[in-house]
């Protein structure tokens, strides 16, 4: 067994690369989530270990003097990320040049060969679901018979061997939670709307859905939701609380629809009950109530739920699968029923108009979630949506993240121009956030609680400076020289 290292590489100040990556930028507020897709191959690794430097503030030269007793290094990347990355991977072929240094995640998996063939430092990068497949490199096994994997051979030719298969017993993958004890300080991993500290992971992969924008389905985990049984996910959480003890305070299942199998998320839900656990979930914007007042007695706290967009032309155009009605509501339901809802939006989706935006806007606030994300749409390789942009001539000058961390948007259009849909998420912020029925609920929250009154005075702050940063980058934007979309 090769000595092997898992690792999230240092980034930007601010980087929030969690929830496998899915939002690689940097947040309104600090926020870490946990490197689920590292932890899962690391546990199936006797010896391994897990280094996630971006919320461990640690520098390249922690990771150096880490990195010098490992054979194997398994880099998770990003589109956006990959030219940082790089770096890291050539300071640690610097140092020693017999370790073997590989990428996983969506980019590499989507375009494995421009990866390789562009970076000489990267040996190989594995395809798709890569668990197994960073298990037999780190047992050893021959390159060239492991399935799912990309690399350059001694003569520095490139070799593709075939497509590994999706995962379907997942009962029988190890839990990620022993390898969060061990390698990770739960303290320094933040989301504003989840209990401080709190833990998330996945107990399943794939989803059925169809939206065109969303990376992981599209990349790596399949339409398929595979799943471990409520039984096994029952047993974690009974391993959960022997390994943190009351120091969680919340656990967040991070699968990408929690609840499209209803009698399954009842189960899990019957279990939390049982261990006397808080928890929370993503959901889609159509549970009914009976379902939403089960899970909410046994436990449930918040709801993590994408919105999107507030017309429902553009749903339709996104394969949201969710009318406006429904989720209106679903939002009812929420609120009657004490759910806590942060609610996911996304500007900058085809095709946005002034008009779209203001629908957006005026729909966020009507159904009112406790907190709001507003992303802008990043078309990444390997999705849908990335393919519309190509085809209609969507792209823009920019690169999908600043250098300061800052998301840019990477697509226009004859209605909206670049500029106008990164300035319309300032302006959904603060006509969302500057108004009594969403100030009253968080400031009874903090004066409910010492600890979330310092907390949310300090994100307060960070929201702020957010916005000014945005505001520098869009300024700078306007004079320097544009650079070419990195796709």
């Excluded at 990355?85 to 020693?96: G, L, S, T």
């Excluded at 833990?199 to 599209?218: D, E, H, I, N």
């Excluded at 250098?403 to 990477?410: A, H, L, Y």
């Amino acid at each position: 067994m090769k000595k092997t290292l898992f690792l999230g590489p240092p980034s930007f100040d601010g980087f929030d690369g969690g929830a496998g990556a899915r939002y690689q930028a940097k947040r309104e507020i600090t926020s870490f989530w946990y490197p689920t897709w590292l932890a899962q191959p690391a546990a199936m690794v006797p010896g391994s270990k897990l280094v996630d430097a971006p919320p461990h503030g640690q520098t390249i030269s922690d990771v150096l003097e880490i990195a010098k007793d490992y054979e194997l290094v398994i880099m998770h990347t990003s589109t956006p990320s990959l030219a940082n990355d790089v770096k890291c991977a050539e300071a640690i072929k610097a140092q020693n040049p017999e370790t073997q240094i590989g990428l996983i995640g969506a980019h590499v998996a989507v375009l494995p060969e421009p990866t390789l063939r562009e970076n000489p430092v990267i040996d190989f990068v594995c395809r798709h679901e890569f668990d197994y497949t960073c298990k037999e490199l780190a047992e050893g096994k021959p390159w060239d018979q492991i399935r799912g994997l990309s690399y350059r051979d001694k003569y520095g030719t490139l070799h593709h061997t075939e497509d590994r298969e999706l995962i379907h017993d997942w009962d029988a993958m190890p839990s990620v939670l022993p390898v969060y004890a061990r390698d990770l300080d739960i303290t320094k991993y933040f989301i504003g709307y989840l209990r401080h500290p709190y833990v998330s992971f996945y107990t399943g992969r794939g989803c059925p859905a169809k939206c065109s924008f969303c990376l992981w389905p599209q990349t790596i985990g399949g339409h398929q939701y595979r799943t471990k049984s409520p039984d096994v996910v029952g047993r974690e959480m009974e391993e959960a609380k022997a390994l943190f003890g009351d120091r969680v305070q919340e656990y967040m299942f991070d699968d990408d629809t929690f609840t499209i199998d209803k009698p399954r998320a009842i189960a899990i839900s019957e279990h939390m009950k049982r261990l006397n656990i808080t928890w929370s979930c993503n959901a889609r914007a159509n549970l009914d109530y009976d379902t939403l007042k089960q899970l909410r007695d046994n436990g449930l706290r918040l709801l993590l739920v994408g919105f999107e967009s507030g017309n429902q032309e553009i749903l339709n155009n996104i394969n949201k699968g969710v009318r406006l009605e429904a989720a209106r509501q679903f939002m009812k339901h929420c609120h009657d029923l004490g759910i806590t809802v942060h609610g996911t939006f996304i500007i900058g989706l085809p095709i946005e108009t002034r008009e779209t935006v203001e629908e957006t806007i005026r729909f966020a606030c009507e159904i009112s979630p406790h907190t709001i994300q507003v992303s802008i749409a990043a078309p990444y390789p390997g999705t849908q949506l990335y393919q519309e942009a190509k085809a209609n001539g969507w792209f823009a000058d920019h690169a999908l993240v600043a250098n300061s961390g800052i998301q840019t948007s990477t697509l226009h259009y004859p209605t909206l121009s670049s500029e106008q849909i990164e300035e319309s998420v300032e302006q959904m912020y603060r006509r969302f956030y500057f108004r009594p029925k969403a100030i009253f609920p968080i400031v009874r929250e903090m004066l409910g609680d010492r600890q979330m009154l310092v907390r949310r005075l300090r994100e307060g702050k960070e929201f702020f400076a957010y916005l000014g940063d945005r505001r520098t980058q869009q300024a700078s934007q306007t004079t320097a020289a544009p650079q070419p979309v990195e796709v």
